[in-house]
């Protein structure tokens, strides 16, 4: 099972709106709508933000919101903050209790 | 609210094995979920290791299936890893963590424990 590929950076200013990629293919992504998403700061523990493709914990701003299409997934984070800058991992069902995570991308608020 | 606290030692010597238990506070294993061990090496992703279902069923990743346990002590609260055969490869920051009961995501993590692999 290959990790599922996120771009490595994305930039932003802040209030500005961004979206994180994340493309598995039809045995994970695009089999399940079990898709979830993990933002990192650094030295601290994944928190996290999106699960089931598009929906939030409670305690997670509605400014973080999740989507997909076919074998991408995608994180849009409006009203881009400082403390967003955060690394952002994906991670997706892929069958029989197994689930794969992406590479991660850093989120850097210029 | 629920709490997970890894421990363990933080050196382990090469062809060792590293063993980690992870204490869980707020919610009984055995009121169901799955539990679950993640890896970070430095300045990289995310890896999962094993997880099993309170029950004890276990799921390993494939590409460390003949090296890992993982194991339930109900008694105590806690789940525990062991890694056999270890070598510098296996040093990383190991994360437990609770997972949704349908086992989608991982919905509570331990604040992390980093053990390094060296003579």
């Known amino acids: 099972q290959s990790a599922l590929t996120q771009p490595a950076s994305v930039s932003g200013s802040p209030g500005q709106s961004i979206t994180l990629s994340c493309t598995g293919t039809s045995s994970d992504v695009g089999g399940y709508n079990f898709v979830s998403w993990y933002q990192q700061h650094p030295g601290k523990a994944p928190k996290l933000m999106i699960y089931d493709v598009t929906k939030r914990p409670s305690g997670v701003s509605n400014r973080f919101s999740g989507s997909k299409s076919g074998n991408t997934a995608s994180l849009t984070i409006s009203g881009l903050q400082a403390e967003d800058e955060a690394d952002y991992y994906c991670c997706s069902y892929a069958g029989i209790s197994t689930v794969i995570f992406g590479g991660g991308t850093k989120l850097t608020v210029l | 609210q629920v709490q997970l606290q890894e421990s363990g030692p933080g050196l382990v010597k090469p062809s060792e094995t590293l063993s980690l238990t992870c204490a869980v506070s707020?919610?009984?294993?055995?009121?169901?979920?799955?539990w679950g061990w993640i890896r970070q090496p430095p300045g990289k992703g995310l890896e999962r290791i094993a997880s099993l279902y309170y029950r004890g069923s276990t799921y390993y990743n494939p590409s460390l299936e003949n090296r890992v346990t993982i194991s339930v002590d109900a008694s105590r609260n806690n789940f525990s890893l062991r890694l056999t055969s270890v070598t510098a490869a296996d040093t990383a920051v190991y994360y437990c963590?609770?997972?949704?009961?349908?086992?989608?995501?991982?919905?509570?993590w331990g604040q992390g424990t980093l053990v390094t692999v060296s003579s």
């Open positions: 963590a609770r997972i949704s009961t349908g086992y989608t995501h991982f919905d509570y």
């Open positions: 707020g919610f009984s294993i055995s009121s169901g979920c799955y």
